[in-house]
């Protein structure tokens, strides 16, 4: 009896049916009222960490929804006045020191941002996990002294930058506090560790995240959020390419 309750335990956490709370599926849903918005208002720091020093680089993003989103570089002086701009799957920056506005695109997406451990590529993906992966539970465990459901995510559309996914969702709040990003391969690409949770409106929301290159040495990169605001209006015409230059 004590072996078929444990099989039966174990295919209804893997399983589920689809709108139940164990879904993996309804799992995925939920982290993605989180974490996604109609809007969005931030500032934050990325603290680089360096053989030499660290550096913290301070930033002011607006976006909408996942197909705009535009960043000015608020400090320090070095990186002052450098703004970003997203269109879709575009990119262009402006460099005040060379008065240029360079698009990016291609392999080029896959570069460092300014020697962290994120690439132009991460920057960008800010779509939904339920529209690009499936997912299937793998089981529970304790993470940060949290109880979490582990799930896999493949991925169902061929435009995404990592293949699968795994990744570690608090049952209580449904945000992940941490993930793990492959290529196709099986090849481990990055690991995500996020942290203080807090409430902000109706939504749990990380405010610490480290990103670190599974494929170099190093503690990672800390993106460390000041203040953020979700479902607010936009300044009028913030996503054009003629705000870059002003």
């Known amino acids: 009896m004590r072996i078929f309750f444990g099989t039966l335990l174990v295919c209804w956490l893997t399983a589920g049916t689809p709108g139940q709370p164990n879904d993996p599926i ?20 990325m603290i680089i960490y360096g053989r030499r020093g660290n550096r913290t680089i301070t930033s002011k993003v607006y976006a909408e929804g996942n197909q705009k989103a535009f960043t000015e570089y608020l400090a320090p002086e070095r990186e002052k006045g450098i703004k970003m701009l997203k269109l879709g799957n575009m990119l262009w920056i402006y460099s005040p020191e060379t008065d240029r506005t360079l698009q990016l695109s291609g392999h080029l997406l896959r570069q460092s941002v300014m020697g962290s451990d994120l690439s132009y590529e991460d920057m960008m993906e800010d779509r939904r996990l339920t529209d690009v992966y499936s997912a299937k539970s793998i089981r529970k465990e304790t993470l940060m002294g949290r109880s979490c459901v582990l799930l896999e995510l493949s991925a169902k559309v061929n435009d995404v930058n990592y293949a699968k996914q795994k990744i570690w969702v608090d049952e209580e709040r449904f945000v992940p506090l941490k993930q793990e990003l492959f290529a196709k391969s099986g090849q481990l690409l990055k690991v995500i560790t996020l942290s203080e949770v807090k409430k902000v409106g109706s939504r749990w929301f990380p405010h610490k995240m480290n990103y670190k290159d599974a494929l170099k040495n190093g503690v990672g990169t800390d993106f460390v959020i000041l203040k953020i605001q979700f479902d607010v209006p936009i300044p009028t015409g913030i996503f054009s390419k003629a705000v870059l230059r002003k």
Not at 26 to 45: F, H, Y
């Open 26 to 45: 309804t799992i995925l849903q939920k982290v993605d009222a989180n974490l996604t918005s109609r809007t969005r208002i931030m500032e934050s720091n």
